[in-house]
């Protein structure tokens, strides 16, 4: 396990971005950062999590559904939900950290969301009985939406040049949102609200500050929620991901441990190695170089090319990209404190 100590501000009731009732189950800890929003583009990773509205024990298990201890009393018509595993059954395989959405709730039986691309697994059949699980609701795009209402540049003219974006990737696109009248809309398809977009756990996306809307001034923003207390189970599929940590402080990657489970290059080429890339005024390429004699280490590929393994790429509130060229991978993330 782990040793490295990360810091975090605790607060002692709910502050900006949590939007549920600090009287739920959850009695994990509440925390802040903040961060200034610039001109240009701004990465934002999903680092905190919203309080649990149900703590309790798995009693049985099957593909999509999972009957509890008792009766969760969700809001299904207003949020969206996920089960994450927080405790394990001892002698049992490791679940803590997995996480499947909730598509219905009757009585104590959940019927999970097997389609929703965010799951870390495809099936619950496996689950041990009696592990400990909690339901939370999913931060949104209108969560966001609320940090910022009344800093926004738009002209309300629906046009991606007369307003700031929001741009979520979906694995193999950039998905652009603009903010029309105090409502974000998808500007692609049929136009949607974007309001009650999941925003998932350890997922990023970009805000980009458009001075040609409006004015090119900073925003300070401040994120708060729930601190996550267990470990968290990152998946890396084949492809480009926008990804952040999964606890709200500064990262790096020895603290994702991704160097023991990518693929790296034994000749410092970018095209034999799974990739990082970190913004600053554009992409910035990082590649994990093996020296053949059993270590491997995260190093730019630009500029002095200096090694980041222990660097703190990632902030308590930033994402990056992942690219995996071949073989994905579902790895748990030790709590960095």
């Known amino acids: 396990m782990k040793t490295s100590i990360k810091t975090i501000s605790l607060l002692a009731s709910a502050a900006i971005f949590t939007l549920s009732s600090l009287s739920a189950v959850s009695t994990d800890p509440v925390g802040y950062v903040t961060a200034t929003l610039k001109s240009g583009y701004n990465?934002?990773?999903?680092?905190?999590?919203?309080?649990?509205?149900?703590?309790?024990?798995?009693?049985?298990?099957?593909?999509?559904?999972?009957?509890?201890?008792?009766?969760?009393?969700?809001?299904?018509?207003?949020?969206?939900?996920?089960?994450?595993v927080t405790t394990d059954v001892e002698g049992q395989p490791t679940y803590v950290g997995e996480r499947i959405d909730v598509l219905s709730v009757n009585g104590s039986a959940v019927t999970l969301n097997?389609?929703?691309?965010?799951?870390?697994?495809?099936?619950?059949?496996?689950?041990?009985?009696?592990?400990?699980?909690?339901?939370?609701?999913?931060?949104?795009?209108?969560?966001?939406?609320?940090?910022?209402?009344?800093?926004?540049n738009s002209d309300d003219q629906f046009t991606e040049s007369g307003s700031d974006l929001i741009l979520l990737f979906d694995g193999s696109s950039i998905?652009?949102?603009?903010?029309?009248?105090?409502?974000w809309y998808e500007n692609f398809g049929n136009f949607d609200p974007a309001t009650s977009k999941v925003l998932a756990p350890g997922s990023g996306f970009f805000f980009v500050r458009n001075p040609s809307?409006?004015?090119?001034?900073?925003?300070?923003?401040?994120?708060?929620?729930?601190?996550?207390?267990?470990?968290?189970?990152?998946?890396?599929?084949?492809?480009?991901?926008?990804?952040?940590?999964?606890?709200?402080?500064?990262?790096?990657?020895?603290?994702?441990?991704?160097?023991?489970?990518?693929?790296?290059?034994?000749?410092?080429?970018?095209?034999?190695?799974?990739?990082?890339?970190?913004?600053?005024?554009?992409?910035?390429?990082?590649?994990?170089?093996?020296?053949?004699?059993?270590?491997?280490?995260?190093?730019?590929?630009?500029?002095?090319?200096?090694?980041?393994?222990?660097?703190?790429?990632?902030t308590a509130s930033s994402a990056m990209f992942v690219y995996i060229k071949d073989t994905g991978h579902v790895v748990e993330v030790v709590r960095p404190f």
């Open 43 to 84: 990465p934002i990773g999903v680092t905190f999590i919203k309080a649990a509205e149900f703590s309790g024990t798995v009693t049985a298990a099957s593909s999509n559904q999972l009957t509890l201890s008792a009766a969760p009393s969700l809001d299904l018509a207003n949020n969206t939900y996920y089960i994450e």
């Open 213 to 314: 809307a409006g004015t090119a001034s900073d925003i300070p923003i401040t994120f708060s929620g729930v601190v996550r207390m267990n470990n968290f189970v990152q998946k890396l599929v084949p492809g480009y991901q926008l990804v952040a940590s999964g606890y709200p402080v500064d990262i790096a990657p020895t603290d994702l441990d991704l160097e023991t489970f990518l693929e790296a290059s034994l000749n410092f080429e970018a095209s034999e190695s799974d990739l990082l890339y970190t913004w600053n005024n554009g992409l910035k390429e990082h590649l994990l170089y093996d020296d053949g004699a059993g270590s491997k280490k995260w190093y730019q590929n630009f500029g002095s090319f200096d090694e980041v393994t222990n660097a703190d790429l990632l």
């Open 114 to 152: 097997l389609a929703a691309v965010h799951n870390t697994l495809s099936t619950a059949v496996d689950f041990p009985l009696g592990v400990m699980v909690s339901i939370k609701p999913h931060f949104t795009v209108g969560d966001f939406a609320e940090l910022i209402v009344d800093s926004v």
């Open 175 to 183: 998905k652009t949102h603009v903010e029309y009248e105090g409502i």
